[in-house]
């Protein structure tokens, strides 16, 4: 045992040493390339219409103001109208040229078109990317569910995510961008 430890702490730091050396500079140069790739092919979002659900916080107000400060128009649509009109006022200082918000529940699908046709008809019939991000989470142990019907919401916003991607997609366009998460759905790319 002692030879076997003598011999490791002999080979031991020069072999990862010389690894080092042979393996960061091609490694931190492929980052650098791939960091410069994603760069330059990057679209370009400014002046286009960006429609968010869950917009009036979380991930979906981050993603309102990561939106605006690319110069993208912005369509905001959460339940709290409040809340909504907060992330508007921070979204156009960011720099998005026009903001609207739309108070609508996405559990409703009549309240699903009314915020596409709202949309439309504010950025004159333009509409190019949808993240469809509104949703609510509930993390427990499925045994200690005493009611299975308290899922139900979750699983009814799920369902009108989907269609409401397939609407999108089918009105607007073929290589419209939605993104939808929920605990139910997964991560799903339409
Ligand atoms: N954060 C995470 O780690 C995580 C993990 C997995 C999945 N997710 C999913 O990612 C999405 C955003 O998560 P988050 O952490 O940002 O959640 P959050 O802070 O609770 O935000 C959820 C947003 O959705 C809106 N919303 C909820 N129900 C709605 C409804 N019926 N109609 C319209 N708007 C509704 C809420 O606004 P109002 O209350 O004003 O309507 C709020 O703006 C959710 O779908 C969540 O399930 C998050």
Known sequence: MDLIHKFLNLVAPPFTFFSLCFLLPPYYLYKACA?????LTSEDVSGKVVLITGASSGIGEHLAYEYASRGACLS????REVG?????EVALELGSPKVISIVADVQNVDDCRRIVDETVNQFGGRLDHLVNNAGISSVCN??????????????????TKSHFSSAFKLRFSPQLFSFCRTPTSGDRFT
Do not use: N, Q, W
């Open 35 to 39: 960091t410069a790739l994603r760069y």
């Open 76 to 79: 905001l649509v959460a339940r």
């Open 84 to 88: 909504l009109r907060d992330v508007a």
């Open 142 to 159: 499925f045994e200690d569910v005493a009611d299975i019907t308290s899922f139900r919401t979750i699983m009814v916003i799920s369902c």
